[in-house]
C-alpha cells in the first residue's frame, strides 16, 4: 500500500477530532473558563510558577510529552504489521490520549498546579493519594529510564551525533538568557536564533566526526548513561526559564518542522508501506516484542496513543505556565493529537523499509541470524550514512534509516543521505531528551512532598539543598536502570509501567467530574481507562510470568507486580468514592423535597 493514504487519513481524522471531540470535551465536559486566574498568574515566583506565551507553553509541553514514545513505540510494534498500529494509533489518541491529556491539565490547573498524587489525595482519600505518590515514583523511574536507553543505543560510539545534541544545550541556555535579559518578549528573534544555530551543529557534525574532536564526541554505553544522568540533574535543578523551556520550546518547532517536512516527503516520494498489514508475529514469538498483538502492541506503542507520563507533565510544569484555561484545550488535546501524528510518521518510515532490514536494525545479530532473512539495502545505506546501522535494537535508528531513505529520494537530495541519517539522529534524541529534563523535574518535585513529610524544608521548592538532593536522586536511580539494562527488559516494563500509570490518571480525573458534577459525561474517561486497565494488567502478568520470572529478574518482577498492586487500589478506590457521591447526590433533591 502507499504511505499516502496513511498520511491523508491521519490529517483528516486528527483535524476532525480536535475541532469536533475537543470543543465537546473544552465546553461541555470540562466547561473551560478563561476568566479565571490560573495558578500560574496567582503564584508568579519566576521560578516554577511563570505565566508563559501561549506558543511556548506549547512548545514546553508538546516536547515534554512528546519523548521516545511516539518515534520508538510505533517502530517497534511494526513487527505486528503496519495496521494494528495504525488502527490504535488513529482511535486510541483521539478517545483516550487526548482525553486523558486534557482532563488531568484541566484538574491540576483547578487544583492550584498540584501534582496527580496530591490531587488523589484531595479528591479520593489520603491511602490513595500515597498509593499514588508511590506508583508516580516507581513509573517515573521506569519512564526515564525506558526514553533514556534509546539514546544510548542511538548515539553510542557516534560522534556526529552526540556533538550535535550536545550543542543544543548551551543554545537552549543562550536562548533563555535572550528572552530573559536580553530582548524579553522577542519570541520570534528567539526561534530564528535559536533554530538557525540547532542547523548549524548538524551541519558542523561532519566536520567534528573527521577532526581532532570526534574522541571527545566519542562515547560508549555505559559513558552515555553516565552523562545522560548528569544531564537530567543539571536541568531538573536549574530555573525552569534557563534550560528546560527554552530547550522544550526550540525542540519542538523542530520537531514539528521535522514531522511536516517527513509528511511533505512522504507525499512527493510515496513510497510502498514495505511490511505487510499484519505479520506472523501478532501471535506471539517475535524477535522484537516476545508476546502476541493483544496485549504487547498496546503497551509498546504506549505514548503515541495515551501516556500516563503526560499526567506527570500536565500536573507537574506546564499548569504552573497556563495563563489562561481557554488554553488547556490546545495544549491539552491538541498536544496529544500531534503526538499522534508523529507516531503515524514514525510508523510509515520505519514500515518503508524491507521487512528483513528492519528486523536486521532491530535485533542483535545473533537473534536476526533466526530469522532466517536475507537483508537487501541494508550494507548500501550503511556505507551512506557511515556507520554500521545493522543490530543497534530500540527503534530509534531504523527510524533515522527510514527518514533519511525518504528524504533522500526527494530530487536533488539523493547525496545527502548520511546527512539526514545524523539530522534524525538527532530529532530523535531531542525528542527524547526534553522528556528526561521534564521528567526529571517533575521527580524532583515528587520527591520534595514525600520527603516534606519527613522533613519539612524538603517540601520548600526554594531550598536549593533540598532541590540538589532530589534532583540527583532522581537522575541516579533512572541511570541506574540504564546502565544495566537493554531494550528488550527496560522497554515492556516502560511500557506497562506508563499505561497503568494512564488508567490511573482516568480514575483521579473521573472522580475530579464526579464531584463537578458532570456525572452523564464521565463516560468519557471511564471507557477507556477500563480497556487500558485490563489489558497492561494482562501486558503486566505475562511480562512477569514470561519475561522476567524465567530470566530470573527478580528487581523488574517486584516492580512490576507492586505497580499493578497500586494502580489497582487506586481505580478500586476511586470506584468507592464514586459510588459516596452518587449517593450525596441523589439524596440532595430528596433532602430538599422534604423541607420544601
Same mark, same amino acid.
Given at each position: ?427 530523535? %534524541? +531531542?525528542? @527524547?531528551? /526534553? &522528556? ?6 517533575? =521527580? #524532583? *518535585? ?58 490511573? %490518571? +482516568?480514575? @483521579?480525573? /473521573? &472522580? ?6 458532570? =456525572? #452523564? *459525561? ?10 487500558l486497565a485490563v489489558t497492561t494488567v494482562a501486558a503486566g502478568y505475562l511480562n512477569i510470568t514470561t519475561n522476567y520470572l524465567p530470566q530470573k529478574n527478580y528487581l523488574l518482577a517486584g516492580a512490576s507486580a507492586i505497580m499493578i498492586v497500586l494502580v489497582v487500589f487506586v481505580i478500586a478506590d476511586s470506584i468507592r468514592v464514586w459510588q459516596q457521591i452518587r449517593n450525596e447526590q441523589n439524596q440532595k433533591p430528596q433532602l430538599q423535597q422534604k423541607a420544601i
Amino acid at each position: 500500500m502507499n504511505a499516502i493514504y496513511l498520511v491523508i487519513i491521519a490529517a483528516l481524522v486528527l483535524t476532525l477530532a480536535y475541532r469536533y471531540y475537543g470543543a465537546f470535551m473544552a465546553a461541555k465536559v470540562l466547561t473551560l473558563d478563561a476568566s479565571r486566574t490560573t495558578p500560574a498568574v496567582r503564584h508568579n515566583d519566576g521560578r516554577d510558577y511563570v505565566p508563559t506565551n501561549k506558543w511556548v507553553t506549547f512548545g514546553h509541553h508538546f516536547a515534554a510529552i512528546a519523548g521516545a514514545g511516539p518515534l520508538v513505540g510505533p517502530v517497534l510494534a511494526a513487527q505486528f504489521g503496519y495496521l494494528p498500529g495504525t488502527i490504535w494509533l488513529l482511535i486510541g489518541a483521539v478517545f483516550a490520549g487526548a482525553v486523558h491529556d486534557m482532563v488531568i491539565l484541566f484538574a491540576s490547573v483547578r487544583h492550584d498546579g498540584l501534582s496527580v498524587a496530591e490531587i488523589a489525595k484531595k479528591e479520593i482519600g489520603k491511602a490513595s493519594g500515597l498509593a499514588t505518590s508511590v506508583a508516580v515514583l516507581f513509573i517515573l523511574v521506569i519512564t526515564m529510564a525506558g526514553l533514556a536507553i534509546a539514546v544510548v543505543n542511538a548515539l553510542y560510539d557516534s560522534p556526529w551525533g552526540t556533538f550535535t545534541v550536545a550543542v543544543t544545550i548551551p543554545i537552549a541556555i543562550f536562548v533563555g538568557l535572550y528572552l530573559r535579559y536580553l530582548r524579553p518578549g522577542q519570541i520570534g528573534e528567539a526561534s530564528f536564533i535559536g533554530v538557525s544555530l540547532v542547523l548549524i551543529g548538524v551541519f558542523v557534525g561532519p566536520m567534528v566526526q573527521n577532526s581532532w574532536l570526534a574522541p571527545y564526541f566519542t562515547f560508549s554505553r555505559g559513558q552515555l548513561s553516565i552523562l545522560l544522568a548528569a544531564y537530567g540533574f543539571v536541568a531538573a535543578a536549574l530555573p525552569v526559564w534557563l534550560l528546560l523551556a527554552p530547550r522544550d520550546y526550540l525542540s519542538t518547532y523542530m520537531k514539528i518542522g521535522t514531522i511536516l517536512a517527513l509528511a511533505l516527503g512522504i507525499v512527493i516520494v510515496q513510497p510502498e508501506i514495505q511490511m505487510p498489514a499484519l505479520t506472523p508475529f501478532i501471535n506471539g514469538g517475535g524477535p522484537i516484542i516476545p508476546g502476541p498483538v493483544w496485549p504487547y502492541m498496546f503497551i509498546t506503542i504506549a505514548c503515541g496513543a495515551i501516556s500516563g507520563f503526560h499526567s506527570l507533565i500536565a500536573t507537574g510544569t506546564t499548569p504552573k505556565m497556563l495563563t489562561s484555561e481557554a488554553e488547556i484545550r490546545a495544549v491539552g488535546f491538541g498536544g496529544m493529537l500531534v503526538e499522534s501524528f508523529v507516531a503515524l510518521m514514525a510508523l510509515i518510515a520505519a514500515t518503508s523499509l524491507v521487512p528483513a532490514d528492519y528486523f536486521a536494525i532491530n535485533t542483535v545479530p545473533a537473534v536476526f541470524a533466526k530469522l532466517n532473512m536475507q537483508i537487501q539495502d541494508l550494507p548500501m545505506l550503511s556505507q551512506m550514512v557511515g556507520e554500521n546501522v545493522a543490530g543497534r535494537p530500540g527503534g530509534a535508528v531504523s527510524l533515522a534509516v527510514g527518514m533519511a531513505h525518504i528524504f533522500s529520494k526527494i530530487p536533488g537530495l539523493e547525496s545527502m543521505l548520511a546527512f539526514w541519517y545524523h539530522f534524525a539522529i538527532m530529532f530523535e %534524541a +531531542l525528542f @527524547i531528551l /526534553t &522528556t528526561i529534563d521534564a521528567g526529571t523535574r517533575v =521527580g #524532583r *518535585y515528587l520527591l520534595q512532598e514525600l520527603g516534606g513529610m519527613v522533613y519539612k524544608p524538603l517540601k520548600n521548592t526554594h531550598w536549593i539543598p533540598g532541590i540538589v538532593l532530589t534532583s540527583g536522586g532522581m537522575s541516579f536511580a533512572w541511570g541506574y536502570l540504564v546502565y544495566g539494562g537493554s531494550i528488550s527488559t527496560i522497554w515492556p516494563l516502560f511500557g506497562v509501567a506508563n499505561q497503568l500509570l494512564a488508567s490511573m %490518571a +482516568l480514575a @483521579i480525573g /473521573t &472522580t475530579v467530574l464526579f464531584r463537578m458534577g458532570k =456525572g #452523564r *459525561y464521565t463516560w468519557t474517561t471511564i471507557t477507556p481507562m477500563c480497556f487500558l486497565a485490563v489489558t497492561t494488567v494482562a501486558a503486566g502478568y505475562l511480562n512477569i510470568t514470561t519475561n522476567y520470572l524465567p530470566q530470573k529478574n527478580y528487581l523488574l518482577a517486584g516492580a512490576s507486580a507492586i505497580m499493578i498492586v497500586l494502580v489497582v487500589f487506586v481505580i478500586a478506590d476511586s470506584i468507592r468514592v464514586w459510588q459516596q457521591i452518587r449517593n450525596e447526590q441523589n439524596q440532595k433533591p430528596q433532602l430538599q423535597q422534604k423541607a420544601i
